[in-house]
């Protein structure tokens, strides 16, 4: 997980790197920036993020800016994701899983031997489905019980067909539509921290 302590480190590398990186920089200043830089980076891996610092510091002859950095995150990831096909097959055993355990969720009086219930631990089976799979996977279902509903289309052959052909589709668009976010939160960042600098001033 990153932390603050990892930005503070980076900041500290591009200032004992760079000439006049940081140098002039107020405490209050170098603050602002860490916490900046912490929380436009703080949903990507650790290592992943320290991977891409590290890239960006071999590619540049000039300080790395955060928007350097969350360029290189992007690629990287754009350069390990899973194809669509790929998607489909983890999609497709996950459904089946949801299959198997959405059949007992009406069972709320049968109770197992750990005291709950068969419509219980299907549901948490189900969550946990969810919560594992893949973020497109999450963004096409949007929750556990929509990919319960989604589910029973692996029934008939024809919806399967539609189904697999909508899901490729869509793949594009949800990676699209995550990119802008990233993106959007990334522009929010900087205006916020615009403004603090001003009042600073």
């Known amino acids: 997980m990153l932390t603050k302590k990892d930005i503070a480190g980076m900041i500290a590398v591009i200032s004992a790197t760079y000439k006049n990186a940081f140098n002039e920089a107020s405490d209050k200043t170098l603050g602002i920036v860490v916490n900046v830089w912490f929380n436009a980076l703080k949903d990507y891996d650790q290592k992943l993020v320290q991977y891409a610092f590290g890239e960006v510091l071999k590619e540049r002859t000039?300080?790395?800016?955060?928007?350097?950095?969350?360029?290189?995150?992007?690629?990287?990831?754009?350069?390990?994701?899973?194809?669509?096909?790929?998607?489909?097959?983890?999609?497709?055993?996950?459904?089946?899983?949801?299959?198997?355990?959405?059949?007992?969720?009406?069972?709320?009086?049968?109770?197992?031997?750990?005291?709950?219930?068969?419509?219980?631990?299907?549901?948490?089976?189900?969550?946990?489905?969810?919560?594992?799979?893949?973020?497109?996977?999450?963004?096409?279902?949007?929750?556990?019980?929509?990919?319960?509903?989604?589910?029973?289309?692996?029934y008939d052959y024809e919806d399967a067909v539609f189904l697999k052909a909508r899901f490729l589709k869509a793949i594009p668009r949800?990676?699209?539509?995550?990119?802008?976010?990233?993106?959007?939160?990334?522009?929010?960042?900087?205006?916020s921290t615009k403004k603090l600098l001003e009042e600073k001033e």
Not at 123 to 139: L, P, T
Not at 174 to 189: P, S, T, V
């Open 62 to 154: 000039f300080q790395p800016t955060l928007a350097d950095i969350t360029l290189k995150i992007n690629e990287l990831q754009e350069a390990t994701m899973d194809s669509p096909e790929e998607l489909w097959n983890e999609f497709r055993k996950i459904l089946k899983y949801t299959n198997r355990n959405a059949g007992s969720l009406n069972f709320i009086n049968a109770i197992e031997l750990n005291g709950k219930s068969q419509a219980q631990i299907a549901r948490e089976n189900i969550e946990q489905a969810y919560a594992n799979a893949s973020q497109e996977i999450k963004d096409y279902c949007m929750n556990w019980q929509e990919m319960v509903q989604v589910g029973k289309q692996l």
């Open 174 to 191: 949800l990676r699209n539509r995550a990119k802008i976010l990233r993106e959007i939160n990334e522009k929010c960042l900087i205006s």
